[in-house]
């Protein structure tokens, strides 16, 4: 007689209440990345930027996709690529009107000693970051700077046994070309950063507007 474990497969499991998170890493990176840092910093020059859930460091306007420079294009082309495929997974249906997707993006520069606290990001469906520069971590807290998305389900941290999915932390490494998608609902921050240099990411929101 098969035992009760023996007689489940793939089948008879479903993840209910589920999270979608999609991560891709964008090859040849080096060209864009070098040109959004020197656009971004020569902005952070010029701007005072915003205050939102950045604790220090540097927040732009939500208009980045309008600037000048020679990354925009292609970042813009990234964000739209990876939100057309995030949506067609997700929604199964196999084209999307994309005049309907509409998007916010802006940057965000930390150094030494900065950090966002926990926030999510309203009035959107999905948001995401993309990593330019990930700075010189000067240790190797598996926090430092890092992005953390955080677990939506009540009482989970009551349980504890690494055997389960019950309790686990999601961290995300600044790595250069990196880019991220989550539902915009999701709780998250960012540590603070111990490091030189500086960390810069570009954060964005997709929406649709009939």
């Known amino acids: 007689m098969k035992s009760k474990s023996s007689m489940l497969s793939n089948e008879h499991i479903a993840m209910a209440f589920g999270t979608p998170v999609s991560?891709?890493?964008?090859?040849?990176?080096?060209?864009?990345?070098?040109?959004?840092?020197?656009?971004?910093?020569?902005?952070?020059?010029?701007?005072?930027?915003?205050?939102?859930?950045?604790?220090?460091?540097?927040?732009?306007?939500?208009?980045?996709?309008?600037?000048?420079?020679d990354g925009i294009g292609p970042l813009k082309q990234r964000i739209t690529t990876f939100a057309s495929d995030i949506i067609r997974l997700t929604s199964g249906q196999t084209?999307?009107?994309?005049?309907?997707?509409?998007?916010?993006?802006?940057?965000?520069?930390?150094?030494r000693g900065h950090y966002n606290s926990v926030h999510y990001h309203p009035h959107s469906i999905w948001s995401g970051v993309y990593y330019v520069d990930g700075g010189m971590p000067d240790n190797s807290d598996p926090c430092n700077g890092r992005l953390e998305l955080?677990?939506?389900?009540?009482?989970?941290?009551?349980?504890?046994?690494?055997?389960?999915?019950?309790?686990?932390?999601?961290?995300i490494e600044p790595t250069p070309g990196l880019m991220l998608v989550f539902p915009s609902w999701l709780s998250h921050m960012v540590h603070p950063f111990s490091g030189d240099g500086e960390r810069i990411s570009i954060s964005f929101n997709i929406k649709f507007e009939s």
């Open 23 to 69: 991560t891709f890493l964008w090859p040849d990176s080096v060209a864009i990345n070098t040109s959004l840092r020197k656009t971004i910093l020569a902005k952070k020059k010029i701007d005072n930027g915003q205050s939102r859930s950045n604790v220090g460091g540097w927040h732009s306007d939500p208009d980045m996709l309008n600037w000048r420079g």
């Open 95 to 111: 084209t999307q009107p994309t005049d309907a997707v509409k998007l916010d993006c802006w940057a965000n520069v930390s150094q």
């Open 150 to 171: 955080l677990d939506p389900r009540l009482g989970i941290a009551m349980l504890s046994s690494k055997h389960t999915m019950y309790l686990g932390r999601f961290l």
